[in-house]
């Protein structure tokens, strides 16, 4: 089933923000996000917000779901006054793929129309590597696209099937050769580890995969079961083991091993890059507290320490903004103290850490007590930041704990 949207205060149904909240917009990087919240199938460990045409039948169409997007991008340049250039896109899902060349021109034409990208705009899609092909890459780069995320997870088979992809094992790698020979420069592709049933082999065949690929950046996820699917339940009737803490650990070390041999490097716990370049700058936004509209049903936003989310169903979406109101269903206004936490918790996944001064006294003492526990960069602390050493990243969600005590 969808993920559930989080608890907050009432959106204003003109989507209007408070005026300290557009103080300084423009001069922080800002980003559009857009969900496309179609799939073909549903992947039995995803809890995303997305919906297979049997799920929506005649409520919800890619077609009423684009008009609705172009109604909120206009509705965010009205809230945001001047709203900035767009310095990065990320079209994510769901499957933005299902749209076609021509569906993914449309959504990027809509950003553009409303907000207008800076010259050198990262602009993202993600696609699954079964609905894409030759004339699907050329077709989005002609659009304006640069950057490409394919779905792979993994190449085992018996992998697969337990995570219930519906790709053949070797149509990323054969996608990502396609996306290069059509001009691409920056491909990432998806890796999923940890899942029952994965060996060793069964990774290192997936990694040498991606390497073959050519790709220039690799995200790589420990599986996590979220309630509610398909896998949660499976595991729950004891058809599948749970995954288990020291195999993830195993299997992160193993990631990290292979991908800094063959020249990438860790930028973001779970992301690697094989250059400065290579890196995506639209998730380090969101890691670094920048500013972002997201458009779509289930979408979140965050623009000058005010955070909203939108209604999660396609047609309730459209319809509410068919009656000329924002979708945003509920939204927060983060104080100083929430943006102190929210820091440490994320940017501590970074390569290059937090400030020590943001922590407070007790957190600096803590801060000082994982490094010598290993967990810590003794050089980065002595310059004023905590930075995690390679033992660390395998207990960053513990060290953050321990700086906000």
């Not at 936490?341 to 407070?360: F, T």
């Not at 980065?380 to 390679?390: E, I, K, N, P, S």
């Amino acid at each position: 089933m969808p993920s559930t949207l989080p608890p907050g205060d009432p959106a204003p149904a003109d989507g209007s923000l408070p005026p300290e909240a557009l103080t300084g917009l423009g001069s922080r990087p800002f980003g559009v996000y857009v969900h496309v919240p179609f799939c073909a199938t549903r992947c039995g460990y995803c809890d995303f917000n997305t919906y297979t045409a049997g799920e929506l039948g005649t409520s919800a169409s890619p077609e009423s779901w684009l008009e609705g997007l172009r109604r909120e991008l206009d509705l965010a340049a009205h809230v945001l006054g001047s709203p900035p250039v767009a310095d990065t896109v990320f079209v994510g899902g769901g499957t933005p793929s299902l749209l076609g060349a021509e569906g993914l021109t449309a959504v990027l034409d809509a950003v553009r129309g409303s907000f207008g990208l800076s010259s050198a705009a990262e602009v993202t899609t993600e696609a699954n590597p079964e609905s894409t092909s030759p004339e699907f890459f050329a077709g989005i780069l002609r659009a304006g696209y640069n950057r490409v995320s394919l779905g792979a997870q993994s190449v085992a088979p018996h992998v697969l099937s337990i995570l219930d992809r519906k790709h053949t094992p070797g149509r990323p790698v054969a996608a990502a050769t396609e996306a290069r020979a059509a001009g691409f420069e920056h491909l990432n592709l998806d890796l999923i580890y940890g899942t029952p049933g994965e060996r060793p082999e069964d990774l290192q065949a997936s990694l040498d995969a991606v390497l073959d690929a050519g790709v220039d950046h690799v995200s790589a996820y420990a599986l996590i079961v979220e309630e509610g699917t398909a896998l949660a339940r499976r595991i729950r009737r004891g058809e599948l083991p749970a995954p288990d803490d020291d195999v993830l650990a195993e299997r992160y070390e193993q990631v990290d091993s292979v991908l800094s041999t063959s020249g990438f490097r860790w930028y973001e716990v779970s992301n690697w890059a094989a250059s400065a370049a290579a890196r995506c700058r639209h998730n380090l936004g969101y890691w670094r507290g920048d500013d972002w509209w997201g458009a779509g049903p289930g979408a979140h936003s965050h623009v000058g320490g005010v955070r909203w989310w939108n209604i999660k169903h396609p047609a309730k979406y459209t319809a509410v903004l068919a009656d000329g109101k924002s979708p945003a269903v509920a939204r927060e206004i983060l104080s100083e103290e929430d943006i102190r936490v929210e820091r440490v918790l994320l940017e501590l996944r970074l390569a290059e850490g937090v400030p020590l001064d943001i922590l407070d006294e007790p957190g600096v003492a803590e801060a000082k007590a994982a490094v010598g526990d290993g967990l810590l960069s003794q050089y980065a602390f002595d310059a004023g930041r905590a930075v995690l050493t390679d033992e660390g990243r395998l207990l960053a969600d513990g060290i953050v704990r321990r700086l906000l005590p």
